[in-house]
Nanobody, 114 residues
Framework: QVQLVESGGGLVQPGGSLRLSCAAS????????MAWYRQAPGKQRELVAS???????DYADSVKGRFTISRDNAKNTVYLQMNSLKPEDTAVYYCYAETRVAYWGQGTQVTVSL
């Protein structure tokens, strides 16, 4: 079992920044890809950004140039730095980790509003 604990969500004004963190308790499992997904009300969950064990990254077109995913393998932690936030970034953000199976965090709310 891998447990994921997210933190860092909240309310921010348009143009502001937030940093999400997700700490994974490996329990002996080797974690491969880690990622952040998000789900806005009435919409499907979508991939925001992913990062492999050797730090290869991939981003949704809607966040390229504004969000940065990074990873500390020693701490089994993945981060999502979100800059220039827009109201359309409002969603519940979920951490994802892959071993032989997929694991999900409980989600953290990000709200971008005046």
């Amino acid at each position: 079992q891998v447990q994921l604990v997210e933190s860092g969500g909240g309310l921010v004004q348009p143009g502001g920044s937030l940093r999400l963190s997700c700490a994974a308790s490996r329990n002996g499992f080797s974690i491969k890809t880690m990622a952040w997904y998000r789900q806005a009300p009435g919409k499907q969950r979508e991939l925001v950004a992913s990062i492999t064990t050797n730090s290869r990254t991939d981003y949704a077109d809607s966040v390229k140039g504004r969000f940065t995913i990074s990873r500390d393998n020693a701490k089994n932690t993945v981060y999502l730095q979100m800059n220039s936030l827009k109201p359309e970034d409002t969603a519940v953000y979920y951490c994802y980790a892959e071993t032989r199976v997929a694991y999900w965090g409980q989600g953290t709310q990000v709200t971008v509003s005046l």
